[in-house]
């Protein structure tokens, strides 16, 4: 069953190298992000799993020890999943595991590779990641958080997804009026782990916000029901007009 959970956003400027000289105006939210971090460990889980939103390349499961890169984005970075411990202790590649090479994180997944890298998460700790696509109906992301849910007597979940991306005249989808309430819903939803109206979120309202985290936050929903967990919304801003949300969920 569920025992914790912590949701981050997942724009690529998290990595300061990506971010360059903006990078200082995310420090406080990269704390907040290891903060919940630190309070999934905290949890104990005998299993993590990332989810992300993914394009069709990057959707299905991720195993541990995947590889990704923010090459793309002009920087010499490279993460791996939470890089498995090999029989001699030591830190094993992504090449070792399933017996070969997985597929290349979408970027979701490789910013929260690299937040738990930057939280310094226990790599004995088995950890996956699952890359979601946008379309996923709201019913199915809610059937996918039970089956997750149901993979070890104590699991957690990090959730990376980020809200709207129509709150600013500069944000990626202009400004959009109706960007603020759904944001302040989500918000609301997460610090009161109120899993129903995260289950209810308009997908289709969603998709014309930009809001790339509303199937990742639906499948926390499925996940979260019956878990009657606590929590606790540590950021709600929307820095360059998109809406970030770092929260946590426990016992």
Same mark, same amino acid.
């Given at each position: ?111 929260? *590779?690299?937040? !738990?890298?930057? #939280? /310094?998460?226990? &790599?004995?700790?088995?950890?996956? =990641?699952? +890359?979601? $696509?946008?379309? %996923? ?68 309202? *969603?998709?014309? !916000?930009?809001? #790339? /985290?509303?199937? &990742?936050?639906?499948?926390?929903? =499925?996940? +979260?029901? $019956?878990?009657? %967990? ?22």
């Amino acid at each position: 069953m569920l025992i914790a959970a912590a949701v981050c956003p997942c724009p690529p400027l998290l990595v300061p190298e990506v971010a360059a000289g903006a990078a200082p105006e995310l420090d406080g939210l990269r704390a907040e992000c290891v903060e919940v971090i630190h309070a999934l460990a905290a949890a104990r889980p005998e299993r993590l799993i990332v989810v992300g939103p993914a394009d069709r390349a990057g959707r299905g499961p991720h195993a541990q020890g995947a590889a990704g890169t923010f090459r793309g984005f002009g920087v010499e970075v490279d993460v791996r999943l939470a890089a498995p411990v090999a029989e001699d202790g030591t830190s094993g590649g992504g090449d070792a595991v399933g017996g070969g090479s997985p597929r290349s994180l979408p970027t979701s997944l490789a910013v929260g *590779a690299w937040l !738990l890298e930057h #939280a /310094g998460w226990d &790599p004995a700790v088995p950890v996956e =990641g699952l +890359g979601v $696509g946008e379309p %996923l109906a709201a019913e199915r992301c809610i059937e996918v958080g039970r089956e997750l849910a149901g993979r070890a007597e104590r699991v957690a979940l990090l959730v990376m997804g980020d809200g709207t991306a129509c709150r600013t005249l500069k944000a990626p989808g202009y400004l959009d009026e109706r960007a603020a309430p759904f944001d302040a819903e989500v918000a609301r939803a997460l610090a009161a782990a109120d899993t129903g109206a995260l289950a209810a979120l308009d997908e289709e309202l *969603a998709y014309e !916000l930009k809001a #790339a /985290g509303r199937a &990742p936050l639906q499948v926390l929903a =499925g996940a +979260g029901e $019956g878990a009657r %967990l606590k929590g606790e919304l540590r950021y709600d801003e929307a820095p360059y007009g998109v809406g970030y949300f770092v929260a946590s969920w426990s016992s």
